[in-house]
């Protein structure tokens, strides 16, 4: 994703004050989520950047997490939004290096116990952010890896630079995950109490800040700036914009690319070996 943040990819942080309430809410953990200090702090004994480049040519399981505040409601929500997918480096007729990265699933946590959403596959493979040359350098002995931001729209067409329509009739609005609803639908459960769905576009802005370690994993942290708008939802209460930032902490905002054979290729796939190349994904902690 914001991944990219996926998604990296949608913040929901709506109906907390019917729920204050009844549950206390769960707190951030430490920062830094996973600690990758130890071999990003190896020197590369890789000298020219050419070379630098042919070592990270190759296809890449995608992992990130990008974390929230919602300061909107009286209660801060805080989320994260947990992104799959794959990412890879090739090189250009120019010899560019060139990132691609196209997502496949993206899991949220909310720090409610009650609440739960639901972003479903078809709409977060309907995310496609756009080919861009990456900046190599080197630094302290390491090769650094800057992904730069690159506007992609999710629920309306349009020019990806320019700031997200506000308009609920925009005439550019699509159905990206093939639901018959207008936009993108995220599912919300509270309880037992409310079952709805609200409707969004996004233009998602992500930039990537990474290190290639001597493992031949690329790890750092995802900057998200990316804009939401509610365009409507199934039940009233839901239908409320938020005022959603990013976790200023980069250990809370962690990417790790691992290289993997190029016939993995799937969603399905990259399932069936997650536990195996990621770390557990992040939980929220009780007060």
């Known amino acids: 994703m914001k991944k990219q943040n996926i998604i990296k990819v949608i913040i929901l942080s709506v109906i907390v004050l ?27 004994l890789i ?33 994260f939004i947990i ?4 990412t890879d ?3 250009d007729s120019a010899g560019n290096l060139i990132q691609s ?9 909310i720090n409610q116990e009650n609440i739960t959403s639901h972003f479903s596959d078809e709409a977060v493979q309907a995310i496609k952010p756009r080919n861009h040359m990456v900046e190599i350098s080197k630094q302290d002995g390491k090769w650094h890896i800057y992904r730069p931001p690159t506007p992609s729209l999710l629920g309306i067409t349009g020019d990806p630079s320019k700031p997200l329509s506000q308009d609920r009739n925009d005439p550019n609005i699509t ?10 639908t995220v599912k919300i459960n509270i309880g037992t109490i409310i ?30 700036d990316s804009e939401q708008f509610v365009v409507g939802a199934s039940h009233k209460i839901l239908d409320q914009e938020s005022n959603n930032t990013q976790h200023p902490s980069k250990g809370m905002n962690p990417i790790i690319l691992v ?23 992040p939980e929220f902690i009780t007060q």
């Open 83 to 86: 992104s799959y997918g794959f």
């Open 195 to 224: 079952k709805g769905e609200i409707y969004i576009t996004r233009r998602e802005i992500f930039t990537n800040y990474m290190t290639l370690n001597n493992d031949g994993t690329i790890t750092g942290y995802v900057k998200d």
């Open 259 to 281: 290289p993997i054979d190029d016939e993995i290729d799937t969603l399905e796939e990259l399932m069936e070996i997650r536990d195996e190349i990621f770390p557990k994904e």
């Open 47 to 79: 000298t020219d950047v050419d070379l630098a480049k042919q070592e990270i040519v190759g296809h890449y399981a995608h992992y990130d997490v990008v974390a929230y505040q919602d300061s909107s409601t009286k209660t801060p929500m805080l989320t």
């Open 175 to 184: 159905d990206p995950d093939n639901d018959g609803e207008p936009v993108v």
């Open 101 to 109: 990265d196209r997502f496949v699933r993206a899991s949220h946590k």
């Open 89 to 91: 480096f090739y090189l």
């Open 18 to 44: 019917i729920i204050n309430g009844c549950a206390k809410p769960l707190l951030w953990p430490e920062s830094p989520l996973y600690d990758f200090s130890d071999y990003e702090s190896e020197k590369s």
